[in-house]
Nanobody, 114 residues
Framework: VQLQASGGGLVQPGGSLRLSCAASGSIFRTYFMAWYRQAPGKQRELVAHSTSGGSTYYVDSVKGRFTISRDNAKNTVYLQMYSLKPEDTAVYYC?????????WGKGTQVTVSS
């Protein structure tokens, strides 16, 4: 399964961005999909995930500001980010687990700065 993330960029504090991650494969609906991020000098952390059953999870620091969603018809998972803060600055990675394995997408840089 190949993953292609996009949508990062430079945004001012309080702004919003939507990240997208397109996955290959014909059974995307069965994939566990997640977004991670890694800030400079910090470990990669789980930001949000979406299970095949429709459950979602968010790290406390993004609850109420970020929304993960998926479009199974388009094989795509999204991360809608609102009220961005400078501490959200990081490289964001999408991640998938599926029958037979797991994979990471290339990261997309999100920079929140005035």
């Amino acid at each position: 399964v190949q993953l292609q993330a996009s949508g990062g960029g430079l945004v001012q504090p309080g702004g919003s961005l939507r990240l997208s991650c397109a996955a290959s494969g014909s059974i995307f609906r069965t994939y566990f999909m997640a977004w991670y991020r890694q800030a400079p000098g910090k470990q990669r952390e789980l930001v949000a995930h979406s299970t095949s059953g429709g459950s979602t999870y968010y790290v406390d620091s993004v609850k109420g500001r970020f929304t993960i969603s998926r479009d199974n018809a388009k094989n795509t998972v999204y991360l809608q980010m609102y009220s961005l803060k400078p501490e959200d600055t990081a490289v964001y990675y999408c991640y998938a687990t599926y029958a037979g394995g797991h994979n990471w997408g290339k990261g997309t840089q999100v920079t929140v700065s005035s």
